[in-house]
């Protein structure tokens, strides 16, 4: 257990539908991260917030959303849902600053149908 | 237009030799760089790290290299065991400029040890 939590494991879901993707991050840790993972491809930064502010976007498509609420979590509002955006939504955090290792959660596989 | 490049998907070691796994960035501003190892439904997991002001970092097994001329870098795994297996991938993080602080992945490589 890497102390970041994300629920759900899985989500199947239809197009045109909206979802919502939850992280936990690690105790104590202030900034929390989006990345997706598509078949073939590397993890793309999507957002990062820290306590509570957006601190910098990333190739995040406007039909996307995110926050981070007072108690540190955080969710990833996917709308008007496509085949495309099938993929494994990670999130991860760090205390805050930019060195060290991100510690990540286990991901969420979304697959639209 | 990819700025942390492993063009080696896979790579297949037999047990107890080295492996090598490269990674190659464009962006002259990244000055911190990072291995993370993945296992299947899992999230990544950090491995080691180099910042730019030194050209290797040991941890155990596991080495990085760094060669800022050639803006490349490198992970050497000796010797290499089948718990090894897994997906690597190559990050790279700038103060300044567009990744804002932020890690950039590259695609992953898929390392197979073969007892």
């Known amino acids: 257990d890497s102390g970041v939590t994300q629920t759900p494991k899985h989500l199947i879901t239809a197009t045109g539908q909206r979802v919502t993707l939850r992280c936990s991050p690690r105790s104590g840790d202030l900034s929390v991260y989006w990345y997706q993972q598509s078949l073939d491809q590397g993890l793309q930064f999507l957002i990062q917030y820290y306590n509570g502010e957006e601190r910098a976007k990333g190739n995040i498509l406007e039909r996307f959303s995110a926050q981070q609420f007072p108690d540190l979590h955080s969710e990833l509002n996917l709308s008007s849902l496509e085949l495309g955006d099938s993929a494994l939504y990670f999130c991860?955090?760090?205390?805050?600053?930019?060195?060290?290792?991100?510690?990540f959660g286990s991901g969420t596989r979304l697959t639209v149908v | 237009d990819q700025q942390v490049k492993q063009n080696s998907p896979s790579l297949s070691v037999q047990e107890g030799r080295i492996s090598i796994l490269n990674c190659d960035y464009t962006n002259s501003m990244f000055d911190y760089f990072l291995w993370y190892k993945k296992y299947p439904a899992e999230g990544p997991t950090f491995l080691i790290s180099i910042s730019s002001i030194k050209d290797k970092n040991e941890d155990g097994r596991f080495t990085v290299f760094l060669n800022k001329s050639a803006k490349h870098l490198s992970l050497h795994i000796v010797p290499s065991q089948p718990g090894d297996s897994a997906v690597y991938f190559c990050a790279a993080s700038g103060r300044y400029g567009g990744s804002q602080g932020n890690l950039i992945f590259g695609k992953g490589t898929k390392l197979s040890v073969k007892p």
């Open positions: 991860a955090s760090t205390p805050g600053g930019r060195m060290g290792g991100y510690t």
